[in-house]
Each structure stands twice: as C-alpha cells, then as structure tokens.
C-alpha cells in the first residue's frame, strides 16, 4: 500500500536550473538467450536483462557480440566497427561502447588495428604455489622480464614483514610477468639481503623465485597471508604492463613466512583483470 502523498512542492528560487539525469536509449528487441543461467552455470540471470525486458542498445548489441564471439573462437577477426553498425543497425559510437566493455571484460583484444577474440582467462591458484607453477599447469610458458634489483636498507614499516631490523639490507625485485610472451602482470618482491646474500649474482630473473629459495638455499615455505583488491594501474605500471590506465587490475598483497614461521617475504603483484581469474578450494571450519 502506497505511504501518504507528500505536501505541496515548494516553488524553486529565481535562477534555480532543474537536473535531469542524462537519457540512455533502450531498446525493446527479445533479449539473447534470455534464461541462459540454466545452460551457462555462473552466467548473469536472465543475461542480466531486467524484467521489463528494456535495456541499453549497446548492451543489446553486446549481447549479440557475445554470440558472435563463441562463433568466431579464439584469434577470431571481427567485424569492423562500421560493418557490426550496419549490421545491427545501431550507430558506431553504441557498438563502441559494447566492444569497450567486452575488451575490458577479456573476451577480446586488440591485434593492430583489429579486434579479436581472446582465448579464456589464465586461471592463478590461490595459494602457496609459484606464478609459474599456475600458469605452466594450463599449457603456456611463464617469464618473467627483470625491470630492477635494488638494495636498500630496512624501513620501520617493512622490518616485521620481512623479518629484518630497521636499516639492515633489503632486496626489492621488480619483473613483468609473461605468458607466452604475453605481459600479463607486474610483481614486486621484498626479500631481505640475509635471507638471500647472492641474489644479484646467483638468481636467474626469468626463473622461479620460489624454486631457487627452495632449491639453493634450502628455505621452506610454511604459509603466507594474502590480500586481493581491485585497482587501477598507475601510468608507469601500465607503461610496464603495456595496458591503457583504464584497465582493472587484481592487486596481491602476500606476506610470506618460512617453515619455522619466520617473516619471509613481501610480495605485490598486480594482474590484468582482463586476463586472469584466481581459483582456491574451501574447506569447512568446525
């Protein structure tokens, strides 16, 4: 039942310009495959239409796009932006708007001056598993391209994450992630120089920093706390990262510690939100 009708408007000053909120055409077609939860588990309900059943064009047209996408496969060519307004007789600037979405979605990518389909998302377990153990595991090569290795000495803040005293020694290690030749994300690591006195002269950057505390020094990892977030990349890091700024990004924040729980490492990762999904498997707590 409707509450009671509010009192008279009070006129409005002199001068005073009314607000409208900006139009946003709609379109009334038949929704693509309007009950697609029941065929593509973990997809929007309804493919997100309202029930009313009218949406934006540029969703409608991505609706479509969607279609055409699974046509297509992976490394697909679409369409050129003036042949997909033809074709869904909509302006350039709605098909625009649909493509802008589905890039930053992942579902394409730009390849010269074409749009094509891109393959699935890399899948990153979430635990103490190496970046390059996670992306080997899905059939692609993992790099890592070296941007810098400093030392400096030991913050108060950064001391208890890494287990260090202020001003004693400390690494930080910066390297673009790789998949397949393919810049996918941009890690920095904070080791202290006590923990790993040969770094700069023993490690190989394109390998696993993982292996080669495990492997040469002998250090065990016992378990880390770890923090995601969603960010936009600053312009060095797109600079780095070969992104536009606008792009979302995963943040990893981890802080790991050894077998005997001592502070091991901090760890800052950022990840194309557009290329990478994180898995992890959860278990009951009594």
């Known amino acids: 039942m409707a509450g009671p009708c509010p009192g008279p408007l009070r006129p409005a000053p002199p001068g005073h310009v009314p607000y409208t909120l900006p139009f946003t055409p709609v379109c009334d077609h038949r929704p693509v495959n309007p009950v697609n939860h029941q065929t593509t588990p973990g997809a929007p309900v309804r493919s997100g239409v309202p029930e009313h059943g009218r949406v934006p064009k540029y969703y409608a047209v991505k609706a479509r796009l969607s279609v055409l996408i699974d046509e297509l496969g992976d490394g697909g060519l679409l369409p050129t932006e003036r042949d997909l307004a033809v ?112 770094l700069d002269a023993d490690f190989d950057p394109d390998s696993s920093f993982y292996a080669y505390l495990h492997d040469r020094l002998g250090i065990v990892f016992g378990d880390a706390d770890e923090r995601i977030e969603t960010v936009l990349a600053t312009p060095r890091e797109a600079l780095l990262i070969g992104t536009p700024p606008a792009l979302p990004m995963l943040l990893l924040h981890r802080l790991s510690r050894d077998a005997d729980g001592r502070p091991l490492e901090r760890v800052r990762t950022l990840y194309r939100g557009d290329r990478f999904s994180f898995t992890t498997r959860l278990g009951r707590q009594d």
């Not at 579902?107 to 990153?124: C, D, F, I, N, S």
């Not at 030392?151 to 004693?168: K, N, Q, S, W, Y």
């Open 87 to 198: 074709r869904y007789e909509v302006s350039r600037e709605t098909v625009r708007q649909a493509l802008r979405e589905l890039l930053l979605e992942g579902r394409l990518r730009r390849r010269g001056r074409g749009t094509v389909v891109a393959g699935p998302k890399l899948e990153q377990p979430l635990s103490l598993a190496s970046y390059t153990e996670g992306v080997r595991r899905q059939g692609r090569r993992p790099g890592r391209s070296l941007i810098s290795l400093d030392r400096f000495p030991c913050t108060e803040a950064l001391a208890p994450e890494v287990g260090a005293a202020r001003g004693e020694p400390v690494w930080h290690m910066e390297r673009v992630l790789l998949a397949d030749d393919e810049r996918v994300g941009l890690e920095s690591t904070y080791v202290s120089v006590a923990r790993a006195p040969r």
